[in-house]
Structures are given as C-alpha cells and as structure tokens.
C-alpha cells in the first residue's frame, strides 16, 4: 500500500496528470475492495483536476467513472452524479458503446440508492438495450441481473424471475462460477419471498 501511495506521489511530482490518471484508473477497485473509499476519492478528484487531465479522452472517463462509483458508496450522490453524468458525455463523444452502457448502469445505480425507481429502471433497461446491441454477452447478464433484483424489490415476481433466469442462462453459457453463484443466490432469494423456501 505504501509502495501504490509513494507511485501516486511520484506521479503528481514527477510525471503529470496522464501518469496520475492511469494510476487511479488501475487501483480504484483496489480501493473500493479495501474500503479505502476516501483515500480512493482523493486521488481520483486529484487526477481529475491535474493540469493536462481536463481533455475528453478514455482515460479521464475511466477515472470519472471511478470517483463516481466511489463517490456513490461513499453516499455522497451528488458528487456520484457529477462525476457520472461527465462519464457518460466523454464515451458518447468518443463512441464507446460499452463505455456508455456501464456508466448507464452506475447511473442507475445511483438513482436507485436515491429511491428513483423508475428512473434507475429506465437507465438500466437502456444499459441493457445497448449492451444486447454489441453483443455484450457479460454485460448483458449484468444488467439482467440488476433489472432482476429491482423488479424483486418491487414486487413484481414475474419479471423478477424472467430476468434473473435470462441471467443465469447467459453466465452458466460463459461458465461464469462467480456470477452463476450469485445468479442464483437471486434466484433464491426470489422463491422464498415467494414462500417457495422448503
């Protein structure tokens, strides 16, 4: 850890905002795995601001995307969706199709930790809309999933179920363990609310 600070350090006194930003890019999941959601936000807003970081490029998205999922566990929503909303103008500009579907999602995220329901739907059905378009099979599943656990809170069982099978389908074809588990973890949770538990 100390080594990962001394790096960032180094960056801002010796390299410059693309260094810094590449750094912040790489270790934001170190952070947010670690709870260093603080730590994490730092840097990532230091990057953001470094002089040579304000240009539209697939990195600063990278790291906006970053300091706003961050930001959004660190339930400072505004914040989150500053971040975001900037996020999802770079990868339309510079037409990242997977780029826009993911940030779609942390949006939606957000939304749905603000209790905008509806609006988080929405968000996640256009994710998914676009994550179908270019054959985001993972991605796809992803959004299944999260469209899943909303119509599951909701109440509404039917779509629940639709979705979440639909997941699970697509990862049990990838072979994905990890997301086959909590695919069906869901799934679990879906038939005991529905008095299905043994």
Not at 116 to 124: D, F, K, M, V
Not at 170 to 195: E, F, K, P, V, Y
Request: charge should be negative; proline fraction near 1%.
């Amino acid at each position: 850890h100390e080594n990962l600070r001394a790096a960032l350090v180094w960056s801002v006194d010796e390299v410059g905002a693309t260094q810094l930003l590449r750094l912040c890019a790489a270790l934001w999941w170190y952070w947010f795995m670690r709870g260093l959601l603080s730590e994490g936000r730092a840097w990532c807003e230091r990057a953001l601001e470094a002089v040579g970081a304000s240009e539209p490029t697939a990195l600063r998205a990278d790291v906006l995307a970053a300091a706003g999922i961050l930001a959004t566990y660190h339930g400072e929503f505004a914040a989150a969706s500053l971040h975001l909303d900037e996020c999802l103008a770079i990868r339309k500009e510079i037409g990242d199709a997977q780029g826009v579907a993911g940030c779609l999602g942390s949006i939606a995220h957000v939304a749905g930790k603000r209790g905008e329901s509806a609006i988080a739907r929405g968000l996640y059905e256009q994710s998914l809309a676009v994550r179908r378009e270019i054959g985001d099979r993972r991605g796809t599943a992803g959004s299944l999933g999260n469209l899943g656990i909303m119509a599951l809170a909701e109440g509404d069982y039917a779509a629940a179920q639709r979705y979440m099978e639909e997941c699970l389908a697509i990862l049990r074809d990838l072979g994905d363990q990890w997301g086959i588990s909590t695919a069906l973890n869901n799934l679990g949770t879906l038939h005991r609310d529905l008095g299905d538990a043994p």
